[in-house]
């Protein structure tokens, strides 16, 4: 079984081809990555013998996320799912992002920049092994994030670069930023949970496949205040 996963939600994105749950190639984009997406496709589609043919099914974040690369990832797996009638999975980006994370005993809070001076986070947590989401995705300030973190915690994702020092200096030892993690792209990540889920709940629908982007855009802001 090949799948094809798909993460444009994040500024540098990533394309990634698995077998039957292992990551045989994957490619990382630049920060101009939504111009790449189709070059990075092709990359990992090189390492077949027959290319796009032997693709058993395809997945893609849906956010949250950068709204433009999101549109682009999800329009491009719309056309490859037409083109060849094989079913897809929509991956949530910030689950993505803690499957990466191997089983631990604390809780998993990938954060990712939304800009405004918030993040996007959602808290996950291994249970048996197996990841069970917390709560659900929200923006919040990172003052709000610190208030609602009460236990040590792994924080992970681009959400820890620019506010990293400021959770630091605010949640102490209850900041963990160092935990094992999977050498991976996030959309290697998404294609290994959908190939968990490939027998349970393949789609073939496509006006199910929406982008989540957790906050309106600035166009849809903008569009309020003016009626």
């Known amino acids: 079984m090949i799948l094809l ?133 929200h923006a919040v300030s990172p003052q709000e994030l610190c208030d609602l973190t009460q236990e040590p915690t792994v924080f992970l994702g681009g959400g820890v670069e620019p506010y990293g020092d400021f959770l630091t200096s605010q949640l102490g030892n209850k900041f963990i930023d160092q935990a094992p993690v999977k050498n991976q792209t996030v959309a290697a990540s998404a294609a290994q949970l959908a190939f968990n889920r490939f027998q349970a709940s393949p789609c073939f629908d496509l006006d199910a496949l929406t982008v989540h982007y957790v906050r309106k855009s600035e166009a849809e802001l903008n569009s309020n205040i003016l009626n």
């Open 5 to 137: 996963g798909l993460d444009a939600s994040t500024p540098k994105g990533s394309v990634a081809l698995l077998k039957d749950g292992q990551v045989i190639a994957e490619s990382v984009g630049s920060s101009t990555f939504s111009d790449q997406l189709l070059v990075l496709v092709d990359e990992v589609l090189g390492k077949l013998d027959r290319g796009l043919e032997e693709v058993d099914g395809f997945c893609v974040t849906t956010g949250p996320g950068s709204f433009t690369g999101l549109r682009i990832g999800v329009s491009l797996i719309k056309g490859l799912v037409l083109a060849t009638e094989k079913p897809f999975w929509a991956i949530n980006t910030l689950e993505a992002y803690a499957n990466l994370v191997e089983p631990v005993s604390q809780p998993i809070c990938p954060i990712l920049d939304a800009r405004k001076k918030e993040v996007y986070t959602a808290k996950f947590k291994y249970t048996n092994d197996k990841l069970v989401r917390e709560t659900p995705d």
